[in-house]
């Protein structure tokens, strides 16, 4: 008997490595970006009608490509534009109906990420960058810059961030009454 593929979609993806950014289209099933990324038997993705660039240059496309392979091990980050390509809220919200917003600031070696967490329970950070097999971060409502040219800037409604290259991590609970603006404290990125 033969076996029934997974359904596929395709979505747009911008991807950020240490040197570039590549933007097109990724082949997801129903578990969406964070399945892809967060797939055990693959430790590669493919991105197709890929657009090249440099993250010191962010104006100047180097190259377009049909597809390009990327490891996923030096992939920073993952951004989409619509918040259902990350995956079902299952995947992102670990299974918990209540979950806190926790407005956050985080840096690696190349990038800094400002964004909103979806965190159930009490916020505990040993959990959130080292348990569970999950590798990417899920952030909501986000913007990633480059930390050296920081005119190379990236605003989504969602994006993944690897677990493995997180630096620094700072986070304010927001309240239900709270506007849309960040908490009063300052988290430091510009």
């Known amino acids: 008997m033969a076996q029934r593929a997974l359904t596929k979609r395709i979505i747009p993806v911008h991807v950020l490595t240490a040197s570039y950014r590549i933007a097109g289209t990724a082949k997801v099933s129903n578990s969406g970006l964070s399945g892809l990324l967060t797939d055990s038997t693959s430790q590669f993705m493919t991105i197709m009608d890929a657009s090249l660039g440099r993250i010191h240059d962010p104006d100047?496309?180097?190259?377009?490509?049909?597809?390009?392979?990327?490891?996923?091990?030096?992939?920073?980050?993952?951004?989409?534009?619509?918040?259902?390509?990350?995956?079902?809220?299952?995947i992102t919200r670990a299974g918990y109906e209540h979950v806190n917003l926790f407005h956050i600031a985080i840096t690696d070696s190349t990038f800094e990420y400002e964004g909103c967490l979806e965190w159930p329970g009490r916020f505990d950070f040993k959990a959130l960058l080292s348990a569970g097999t999950w590798e990417y971060l899920p952030i909501f409502d986000g913007t990633v810059r480059s930390i050296i040219y920081p005119e190379m800037e990236i605003k989504s409604e969602a994006m993944l961030v690897n677990r493995k290259h997180i630096a620094t991590f700072t986070h304010a609970l927001k309240k239900a009454d709270d506007d849309s603006s960040w908490p009063g404290i300052p988290l430091g990125l510009t």
């Open 60 to 90: 100047f496309l180097v190259q377009k490509l049909p597809d390009i392979r990327l490891v996923k091990e030096h992939i920073h980050s993952a951004s989409v534009k619509r918040r259902q390509d990350i995956g079902p809220i299952g």
